[in-house]
């Protein structure tokens, strides 16, 4: 696996050629193979989507959640989803946390 830094207009080309929807573009972005992860998603939802390999661009979790990963604050977990969408604009719920 490689991190690479790159410049404000290359990471929002990379997201709009994924299809990353708007709402849920986030300054956290990954290329994992052929997925997009975009923003705080966790892992066992990343673990799933490489196990099922859906006919999907990748998935994404909006904002920053209070109990997502990175953004944990005690016991306090607030209620987000992960949301899967395609290039053409289709978003479902991937997992309810």
């Known amino acids: 696996m490689e991190a690479r830094d790159v410049s404000d207009p290359q990471l929002s080309g990379i997201k709009n050629q994924s299809g990353v929807p708007d709402a849920l573009q986030t300054c956290h972005t990954a290329v994992l193979g052929r997925y997009i992860i975009e ?9 799933r989507l490489l196990k099922e390999k859906p006919a999907i661009a990748g ?4 904002g920053m959640p209070i109990g997502s990963p990175g953004m944990e604050q005690g016991a306090r977990k607030d209620p987000f989803n992960t949301i899967a969408f395609t290039k053409n604009g289709q978003q479902v719920v991937f997992a309810h946390h």
């Open 39 to 47: 923003g705080h998603v966790p892992a066992e939802d990343i673990q």
């Open 59 to 62: 998935i994404g979790v909006a």
